[in-house]
């Protein structure tokens, strides 16, 4: 997907207001990671660098490469794979809950 600006999606380096939150997950070459629907819950998913392989319950299978914009929760997923040969990064941005704690500034960690 391409911004206003004509450049990829990316969530990598940029600040967004306090009411979201972003995280970064990343899987080695060769990877896997079961897909649990509570860490997608309300996220928009970037992939930033590197191959994803969605696999289905029904065991049919996607790939998504750099710069593919998804939403996976509530999707029937079973596993999030990289097939690549370098490290999948993905950012997943959502909002904050109302609960959560705002994150220390930089200058606190």
């Known amino acids: 997907m391409i911004d206003s600006d004509g450049a990829p999606v990316s969530f990598v380096g940029r ?4 009411t979201f939150r972003v ?12 897909y649990l629907p509570g860490d997608w819950t309300d996220a928009l998913v970037v992939v930033e ?3 994803l392989e969605l696999e289905c ?3 049919s299978r996607a ?3 750099e710069g593919a914009v998804l939403v996976l929760h509530p999707l029937p ?3 999030l794979r990289n097939p690549g040969g370098r490290a999948l990064v993905l ?3 959502s909002r904050r809950r109302s609960d959560e704690s705002r ?3 930089a200058s606190h960690q």
Not at 15 to 18: I, Q, R, V
Not at 23 to 34: K, L, M, V, Y
Request: hydrophobic share 40%; charged share 25%.
């Open 91 to 93: 950012t997943a941005v």
């Open 23 to 34: 995280a970064c997950i990343a899987i080695a070459a060769g990877g896997e990671r079961p």
């Open 15 to 18: 600040e967004l207001p306090e």
């Open 77 to 79: 997923l079973r596993t």
């Open 49 to 51: 660098a590197g191959e």
């Open 63 to 65: 790939r998504f490469r």
């Open 57 to 59: 319950e029904a065991g």
């Open 103 to 105: 994150p220390l500034s």
